[in-house]
């Protein structure tokens, strides 16, 4: 329900904060949905649902530590907490701080690796599944699930391990914590928003919810953060990407790429605000990874149509992005770049260069890109094999029609 998944994280985020334990927020947080389920489709859905799934959710709480009869300190703390928040929902305010930027906070404690700190945000803030979160990394599935749960078990032993009058280790770092979890939040939102621009599984093209639940975040984290120039340009990057949603599929919902996209329906207000937090993010600063990929975004909102595109631009753009992050993926698209730029066997040799990259080894983009530059080669015989393979790779339904219909028309 759109409800739940409106405020899923808020509602965790409240929990863990109170309880300081992951997975018995995660319950407490299941519990309330169950509830609304069974209860919202006959009294209705109540005028402020966050505060009814939390109202019941911390009367679940305090059930759970009277069954336990528990008695240090910090859960009886927990335990008041909880009693005073038990209210009728519609006297509840709405939480001053909001708490998917503090769930966000908190599963990038310093002691989790920076890839625990993604995949378990990205599990609790986003709900993508381990499937989505190990194809956005090119790793196996396994992998994800193991570093969540070493994750978990590492937040619980910090939690255990805290001394009588510090701070609680899972409460709302300081503005010098809040620094430091600064790179890890920055790559959740970019992994949020690029599985709703491109899902990895699934009927469609996109998960456009996805893409506006991670532009809400960043607008919270440019807030939070108002003087890093990077969290500007991750916010560039998506308003810019986003401005393109309507444009990417047909009305039957098929998948359509750069080069037969209709511009008229490119969204112009998205366009606007993505450039200004761009000029933003260049005023402050050298540009990072996040404003390098805004300002090519910003180059092709710009053109009229592919052929009127600044490639020269671009896969500058992209030459500078490679020396800051040079990920299978980023040279992946440089290639793209400078074959527009360059001419085809110039990306094609790029590309060839990639082959035994292990993030691309077994990834569709690989054949699908070496395959749209065999056609421009008139290599058509090569470019259907390599069509075919990407299709055999995809994950998406939408991605993997897309390609085999390529290969019918190679």
Known sequence: MAAWREQSARLVGGLLRLTRDIDLAQDLAHDAMVA????????????????????????????HFRRAERHTRAETRIAHELHAAQREEEDMPEPVEDDTLHLMLLTCHPALTVESQVALTLRLVAGLTSREIARAYLVPEDTIVRRITRAKSTLAQVTRSATAGDEAPLDLPGPAGRQQRLPAVLNVVYLVFTEGYAATTGDDWMRPALCDEAIRVGHLVTTAFPDQPEAYGLLALMWLQASRIDARTDETGAALLLEHQDRRRYDHLAIRRGTEALGRALSAGPPGPYTLQAAIAACHARAAGVHDTDWATIAGLYDALAHLNASPIVLLNRAVAHSMHAGPQAGLELVDELAAAPGLRNHHLLPSVRAELLTRLDRHT?????????????????????????????
Do not use: H, Y
């Open 382 to 410: 090569e470019a259907r094999q390599e069509f075919r393979l990407a299709a055999g790779l995809a994950t998406n339904t939408r991605e993997r029609d897309l390609l085999l219909g390529r290969a019918e028309r190679s």
């Open 36 to 63: 609304a389920l069974e209860q919202w489709p006959v009294s209705g859905v109540p005028d402020n649902p966050a505060a009814w799934l939390m109202t019941i959710a911390g009367r679940r709480a305090i059930d």
